[in-house]
């Protein structure tokens, strides 16, 4: 117990005066952000406990087709800047019937990694036809169970069977098609509900999953949400420079602007792409604000980084 808090002190003593300041001297912000995430929708068909979707009072939508090609139009432009499109963010991106046609205009505009986060419980084989052919780059698939058991008691609502189906449709037709395309990260996410039944999920999917195309298995930690949800102790002082305002831009499904994906609700506005560019608010004062508190280890007046575990 005492080695402990001693261990956590010299961590944290390290992170503030050796790290932090190592770090502060590297980051630069580009002219534009170098990931840009885009959520095509915050609605979901499942209701998964770990998610703060349940708390959202922020509008449920799917993003229109005129401001998503406004966002890629500026991409397009600044495509040498921009490694990473993201079409997610909270909610299942495969309730946009025109996913693919956006997966399409990204691919169009240069962006070298089109990649999304989804269930999977909507992956037809037509749409597994659809997402190949348009160049989608990458995707995850979150599956928490290794039975419908323990998959209902994290993702409450889907159904083990018929999503476990739509997976291997999907490594059977990308195989069938020989397709190098999209590589596949499966993620599982170990807790009480699922009875964290790793080495269980693991053999689940080596055998499916395709390690020569990059395919993976991820085991992932619980998150807080930046206060959705209270899995971390979060009581200590801010130690560590969150570096997500000099490289990702969180487009919510209306326009505005948030720093990252932690602020489910988005209390962190930093703009509006709707009545600015992304360049615009990337270099406005609100972000650059943001950096330089954030170099000082001050986020004060940020109330989902209080309550964020990243910078503890
Ligand atoms: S501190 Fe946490 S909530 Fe704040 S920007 Fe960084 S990751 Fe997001």
């Known amino acids: 117990m005492v080695r402990?808090?001693?261990?956590?002190a010299l961590r944290r003593l390290g992170k503030r005066y050796v790290f932090n300041p190592y770090h502060r001297s590297k980051l630069n912000a580009a002219h534009f952000p170098p990931a840009v995430w885009i959520e095509n929708t915050n609605m979901c068909n499942a209701r998964c406990v770990m998610c703060p979707r349940d708390k959202h009072t922020r509008p449920q939508g799917i993003m229109?087709?005129?401001?998503?090609?406004?966002?890629?139009?500026e991409i397009e432009k600044n495509q040498d800047a921009v490694t990473r499109v993201h079409l997610h963010n909270y909610g299942e991106p495969l309730l946009d019937k025109d996913l693919a046609l956006k997966i399409r205009l990204a691919k169009e505009a240069g962006v070298r990694q089109v990649y999304f986060v989804t269930n999977a419980s909507l992956l037809t084989e037509e749409?597994?036809?659809q997402?190949?052919?348009?160049?989608?780059?990458?995707?995850?698939?979150?599956?928490?169970?290794?039975?419908p058991e323990t998959y209902n008691n994290t993702m409450v609502g889907l159904d083990f069977e018929k999503t476990m189906s739509n997976v291997k449709t999907f490594f059977r037709v990308r195989k069938a098609l020989n397709a190098k395309h999209p590589r596949v990260l499966v993620q599982y996410l170990p807790q009480p509900h699922n009875l964290g039944?790793?080495?269980?999920?693991?053999?689940?999917?080596?055998?499916?999953?395709?390690?020569?195309?990059?395919?993976?298995i991820s085991i992932f930690n619980l998150h807080n949400f930046g206060g959705g949800r209270s899995y971390r102790d979060t009581s200590s002082p801010a130690c560590t420079i969150c570096d997500y305002p000099w490289r990702t831009m969180v487009i919510l499904q209306n326009g505005l602007v948030v720093p990252c994906c932690m602020d489910y609700n988005g209390e962190q506005v930093l703009g509006d792409v709707n009545v600015d560019s992304i360049a615009g608010i990337w270099n406005g004062t609100a972000y650059r604000q943001m950096r330089n508190m954030f170099k000082s280890l001050n986020y004060?007046?940020?109330p989902v980084c209080l309550?964020?575990?990243?910078?503890?």
């Open 127 to 129: 749409k597994v036809h």
């Open 131 to 147: 997402y190949i052919a348009v160049g989608l780059d990458e995707f995850k698939i979150s599956f928490y169970g290794t039975s």
């Open 300 to 302: 004060a007046r940020y």
């Open 64 to 73: 229109s087709m005129a401001l998503y090609e406004k966002i890629v139009s």
């Open 307 to 312: 309550k964020c575990e990243h910078i503890r």
């Open 4 to 8: 402990n808090t001693f261990l956590r």
């Open 197 to 216: 039944l790793t080495e269980e999920f693991v053999s689940m999917f080596d055998d499916m999953i395709d390690r020569t195309l990059g395919d993976s």
